[in-house]
């Protein structure tokens, strides 16, 4: 289930990468938009990291649950800018 669910992930990016770049230089604008992805992950590995070892197990859930509720709360109130 996990797999089938991380390729509809990928797909779904795939997607939305490929019509949001057009067909001009397409190869190199689609790695430029998978590397800036990436950094995201990166970034958040990090801030769960520190705060796993500053709070604990507990402590990172509550970070993790922060994050997304401040990100559900920027779309919010900046719809326009999201896209």
């Known amino acids: 289930m996990y797999a089938f669910v991380l390729g509809l992930s990928y797909a779904a990016f795939g997607a939305v990468t490929?019509?949001?770049?057009?067909?001009?230089?397409?190869?190199?604008?689609?790695?430029?938009?998978?590397?800036?992805?990436?950094?995201?992950?990166?970034?958040?590995?990090?801030?769960?990291?520190?705060?796993?070892?500053?709070?604990?197990?507990?402590?990172?859930?509550?970070v993790e649950a922060a994050c997304g509720d401040l990100a559900v709360t920027l779309y919010y109130l900046f719809p326009r800018a999201a896209y």
């Open 18 to 62: 490929l019509e949001a770049i057009g067909t001009g230089a397409a190869t190199t604008k689609y790695n430029v938009i998978a590397c800036l992805s990436n950094v995201a992950m990166g970034y958040r590995t990090l801030v769960d990291g520190m705060a796993q070892t500053r709070r604990g197990s507990g402590g990172m859930l509550w």
